[in-house]
């Protein structure tokens, strides 16, 4: 084994080690890959690689629209738009057996086409959907279950940062791969829908029904949540029409949510400084990831393992879709240790290549990196939910500490079975995730 090799794998065993202690990723990257890259070159050539690389990264144009997504799912969570959510697909269906876990399911999908963040969507709805089943006698292993899962869909449906992270890696049209998530998106939406209602027929005692609204309440939840869908048209209408950009769609769209917020009497002063500092707070955390990760990659890129893996599966005596399948695998796995972030960033420059070299479905080279960032996205959700770490699970039972983590983790199996299977779809079924895209663009 060539020394640079060999000095590559050192650092992800250093990287694993620092994470298993407990520092923060963005160190955990960042200290093994300095080191590296000293051994690799020289101190000389370390400094002079620091003195750009920061700036390098947080001047890049299109990495705003991160903050500006984390601004809009900010402005709607503290502009009340998540309740109101939660209350309208409540009062429409928390009748049915199951309704209110299937409401929290419909209001995390619609709140994650403001959002972006799994993490923000879980905590938000969990926030407003958790007493109001907890109320009504709903178990807490389904109740907390249902939270967790319905707050992926604040990665997998439209806008996400996960697949703005992946764009910009791979040098994606954003917009394309925003239309390509659409259908999964919604496809895992009602995958969950299916699953609550069938985890409560198999047992009733798990969700008593609530009382059926009033057709006048119904119609007045229904005025509640009408900016939704005004923002919606606006941000993606304008995006896919050409009228601006996605870094523009996301300005706009932050503007448009703290209009409807202030419209609705519920920005304040301190809902609008809650705003800024959590999205501030977010970004940096976001982009020392950032930094973390191209410290590892710049070391990674001397050692020559990108090119010596994409030769390597080049040249496997097994299937294509073996291999991405294997891939996909290690998504899982990493999700176990990792955030979504980390693993895009530490693990796409090294993989993507490496898929781009296989002959897959004969899809041409934007649409095999298209359908494979879907791919990658929907495992990532995965991981979110999956044991022993799963950090939706954590994030709704530090908000349902009455139900214990264990349950949870009993709970979210039903839905994972689903993941599996909408993985398998998408793997198989290519034009699941490119049809809109060819139809659009």
């Not at 963040?117 to 969990?126: G, M």
């Not at 027929?201 to 798990?206: I, S």
């Not at 973390?292 to 294509?320: Q, R």
């Not at 709970?411 to 995730?433: C, E, N, Q, Y």
Request: charge should be neutral; glycine fraction near 10%; charged fraction near 10%.
């Amino acid at each position: 084994m060539s020394t640079p090799i060999l000095v590559g794998l050192l650092m992800f065993g250093g990287m694993l080690l620092l994470m298993a202690l407990r520092v923060p990723i963005s160190a955990a990257m960042f200290v093994p890959g300095a080191l590296g890259y000293v051994v690799l070159s020289s101190e000389a050539s370390f400094l002079n690689l620091l003195k750009g690389s920061a700036v390098a990264r947080l001047t890049v144009y299109e990495l705003s629209v991160i903050p500006l997504f984390l601004l809009m799912g900010q402005f709607a969570t503290q502009g009340g738009l998540s309740r109101r959510l939660f209350q309208a697909a409540a009062a429409w269906v928390g009748h049915v057996r199951g309704g209110l876990g299937m409401a929290s399911i419909l209001s995390a999908g619609a709140f994650g086409a403001v959002c972006g963040s799994s993490v923000a969507t879980s905590a938000t709805i969990t926030q407003v959907a958790y007493p109001e089943m907890k109320r009504h006698g709903y178990a807490g292993r389904l109740s907390t279950a249902t939270l967790a899962a319905g707050g992926t869909l604040g990665i997998l449906i439209p806008p996400s940062v996960p697949l703005v992270v992946y764009a910009i890696l791979t040098e994606q049209n954003i917009a394309k791969l925003f239309a390509a998530a659409m259908v999964p998106g919604i496809l895992a939406m009602l995958g969950y829908l299916v699953v609550v209602a069938l985890l409560c027929r198999a047992n009733p005692q798990l969700a008593p029904p609530a009382p059926k609204a009033s057709p006048a309440t119904r119609r007045a939840t229904l005025l509640g949540v009408w900016p939704l869908l005004v923002i919606f048209v606006i941000v993606f209408g304008g995006i896919y029409g050409g009228v601006f950009s996605p870094t523009e769609g996301a300005a706009v769209g932050a503007v448009a949510t703290f209009a409807a917020g202030a419209l609705q009497g519920e920005m304040g002063w301190q809902a609008i400084k809650n705003s800024f500092v959590g999205s501030a707070e977010t970004s940096a955390m976001v982009f020392m990831i950032f930094l973390g990760a191209d410290m590892m990659n710049a070391t990674l890129a001397l050692t020559g393992m990108p090119s010596a893996v994409a030769d390597l599966v080049s040249h496997l005596p097994v299937a294509p879709l073996a291999v991405v399948g294997a891939v996909l695998l290690l998504y899982v796995l990493l999700g176990c240790v990792m955030d979504e972030l980390s693993m895009l960033l530490l693990t796409i420059p090294v993989l993507f290549p490496a898929i781009m070299g296989l002959e897959l479905w004969g899809l041409g080279a934007q649409d095999k990196a298209i359908w494979f960032g879907i791919l990658v996205l929907m495992t990532v959700g995965i991981g979110m939910i999956a044991p022993p770490v799963g950090l939706n699970v954590y994030v709704v039972n530090n908000l349902a500490r009455d139900v214990a983590m264990s349950e949870t983790y009993r709970g979210v199996m039903p839905f994972l079975v689903w993941d599996a299977l909408r993985v398998l779809l998408l793997l198989f079924f290519p034009m699941l995730s490119l049809g809109l895209v060819r139809l659009l663009f």
